[in-house]
């Protein structure tokens, strides 16, 4: 992911984050558009307002308007040229040019996220190469550093130091990532599970690491009144929140 785009997936919340991908991808929903961002996508060089509506059968006007539509919802990048041998005064404007974004955007509902567990495995690889451990071992590092990187976003985003207010951020994070925890007199349920599709086929993999995950996340709290715990059942993540 390019650094521009690194910063702001860090500064936009994960719910932000997921409205604005379903943003971008409904900006394909007209045909025009899907069809420019086609020719665009399909150049191995950036074209001009005039190639691309040229290449899909526009007019000029519809196809600036839609181009720079592309642009503001992130799918399509402008750069600046003048044609080669111009240059100097009078060479005049350059020429407005696009070409497809590197920004990658997904969707899934109900929400899934298994770029992170490539992410995961790729780093437990790595690692266990580096230091000559078990590729298990290091991926409950790898996942647990994780969890403790969620963990710093709860206190991060609490209201207060309160337990009550701890315990709040922290449902509020696990929602923002994808469990949709559901609160009840015994503690709390997540209803999805981001990593599904691996889940039924490594479930003893996966169920393992979303318990790493989540208790690497509460092992950074003072107290947060809640325990991780493994406990399968079909419709919703394999792991569950005990009142503590």
Known sequence: MPADDEAESASASPAEDFDARVTSIAVLAEPVRRALYRFVGGRSEPVSREEAAT??????????????????DGLLDVEYRRPPGRGGPGAGRPSKLYRRSSREVSVSVPER??????????????????????????LRQAVRREGRSLGRTVLESADSTRRSAIRDSAIRTLEESGYEPRTDANGVTLV?????????????????????????MLSCLERPGLEAKLDPAPGRCCVRLENA
Do not use: Q, W
């Open 113 to 138: 996220h298994y770029e992170l567990v490539g992410r995961l495995l790729a780093t437990a690889i790595t690692d266990a190469e580096r230091e000559d451990v078990p590729v298990s071992d290091a």
């Open 55 to 72: 290449g899909v059968g526009v007019a000029l006007h519809t196809a600036k308007f839609h181009l720079d539509k592309l642009v503001d």
């Open 192 to 216: 999805n599970c981001p990593f599904h599709s691996l889940a039924r086929e490594y479930t003893d993999l996966v169920c393992g690491m979303n318990l790493d995950l989540i208790d690497g």
